[in-house]
């Protein structure tokens, strides 16, 4: 705690919110504090969190709060290395692998990337999932280990550990079942409390706005970029957001195992289009905030040294990059039903079938299916024929089908004749 957070009670914190006041900042140290030792209680707190959802936090006590959530736990410190250190955080969609290619591609760069990931819950998929599909790899690293591989490698994508924020584990475990999930006072400064805590030097912020994203509206993407890039710059994190399109997947595959297969293709110096294009862009950023700009990424994808990157990242942490990877026992092919156009193929509806296969989770403590998940053969502004193959549905449960099949019910179309004007992948840039 603070040294000027005075003791207070949560039902007085409540009422303060809950009437529209701006809570003090001895008010917010004290809280947070409390709460994470257990002197306030989840009712207490998820009370709060809904009056923070209902009437919102003014610049001052999100800062305030994202501070008391950083002081919860420990700080890591990568002065120490050779070189400068830049991250990238995603709020999440559909297809998003983007964290395997660029890692090792701006490493490949000069610039160390301390990446610390999270497991999938719900439409989404978690970056520490797709990588555990590699046989071998393991998520869990110390301080130490983590510190030596940005040193020899410039590249680790691990898992956080207990010690960051852990005001911030605490309290969005309890969002998750309370419904207080969608406040964008509470998603900044949980986001940017772990982004602060690990260290980074640089960060890129990758706000997803669709039918596939937190924030479904640009209006709304916009003001929750705005936040975590002044949070971030006040804490002397060199900080920007892009805007990017959640409304289609990204690539071609959601799912474990094909994500990793398709970010594998694109350090190979092929994939999607699109995939390469946010990785680029992406990278772009991250370069310019770490004071590398002068670098072009797009060459060390071409020359093969990203790829040598990604290889020395997975076996530095046991993972054979060259293994084979799983693949799932059962495989049900979905035909397009007319020729024409692919107008619309909606995220939500591709990530729910992923999830419904395997290869997400309902509950923290679920396993997930490694060769699980779903491959689309077109991209909206695609000629489709009918009859063709417009998706692969992949489990090891042929019982899952059904559910999958249901969600993609009316989550793409196909138009005769039609003309298909692309949405740009970035959408905006703040910062
Ligand atoms: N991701 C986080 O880490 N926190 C949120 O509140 C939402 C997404």
Redesign the pocket.
């Given at each position: 705690m603070s040294e000027n957070a005075h003791a207070h009670d949560a039902v007085e914190v409540i009422a303060a919110k809950r009437d529209r006041h701006e809570l003090s900042d001895s008010q917010i140290d004290w809280v947070i504090d409390a709460y994470t030792r257990g002197a306030v209680a989840d009712e207490q707190m998820s009370s709060l969190a809904m009056a923070i959802l209902l009437n919102g936090m003014n610049r001052r006590e999100i800062s305030r709060w994202t501070d008391a959530m950083i002081a919860s736990g420990e700080r890591m410190d990568f002065s120490s290395l050779s070189r400068p250190t830049a991250d990238k955080?995603s709020?999440?969609g559909v297809g998003d692998k983007i964290t395997l290619p660029l890692a090792p591609l701006v490493a490949a760069c000069g610039v160390a990337v301390p990446q610390l990931s999270?497991r999938g819950l719900g439409h989404t998929g978690g970056t520490l999932d797709k990588l555990e599909a590699i046989p071998g790899w393991r998520a869990a690293l110390s301080n130490a280990e983590m510190l030596a591989q940005l040193e020899s490698v410039g590249a680790v994508i691990c898992a956080a550990g207990d010690g960051l924020a852990p005001a911030?584990k605490k309290l969005?475990a309890l969002?998750d079942v309370t419904g207080t999930?969608e406040a964008i006072p509470?998603?900044?400064?949980?986001?940017m409390s772990?982004k602060i805590a690990e260290g980074t030097g640089a960060l890129v912020l990758d706000v997803k706005v669709g039918t596939g994203a937190?924030m479904k509206s640009l209006d709304s993407a916009r003001e929750l970029a705005e936040t975590m890039v002044a949070l971030g710059t006040d804490a002397g994190v060199h900080t920007v957001a892009l805007l990017t399109d959640m409304s289609t997947p990204l690539g071609l595959t959601a799912g474990n195992a094909i994500e990793v297969q398709e970010s594998v293709d694109v350090l190979a110096g092929g994939g999607p289009a699109d995939v390469v294009e946010l990785t680029l862009a992406l990278a772009r950023e991250m370069l310019a905030g770490a004071g590398r700009g002068d670098v072009d990424p797009a060459d060390r994808l071409a020359d093969g040294s990203a790829m040598d990157v990604w290889k020395r990242m997975i076996r530095a942490q046991d993972g054979d990059p060259d293994a084979a990877l799983p693949t799932a026992r059962e495989s049900h092919v979905v035909a397009a039903p007319a020729s024409g156009v692919l107008t619309r193929l909606d995220a939500m509806a591709v990530g729910l079938a992923a999830w419904r296969l395997g290869a997400g989770r309902a509950r923290k403590e679920d396993p997930v299916q490694a060769g699980a998940g779903v491959v689309w053969h077109a991209r909206p502004g695609d000629q489709v024929t009918e009859g063709q193959p417009l998706f692969t549905l992949l489990t090891d449960d042929e019982h899952r089908f059904e559910r999958a099949l249901a969600s993609l019910e009316g989550g793409y179309d196909i138009e005769d004749g039609s003309s298909y004007d692309a949405t740009p992948i970035v959408i905006d840039r703040v910062g």
């Open positions: 955080h709020t999440g999270g911030d969005y969002r999930v509470l998603i900044a400064s949980s986001i772990k937190f």
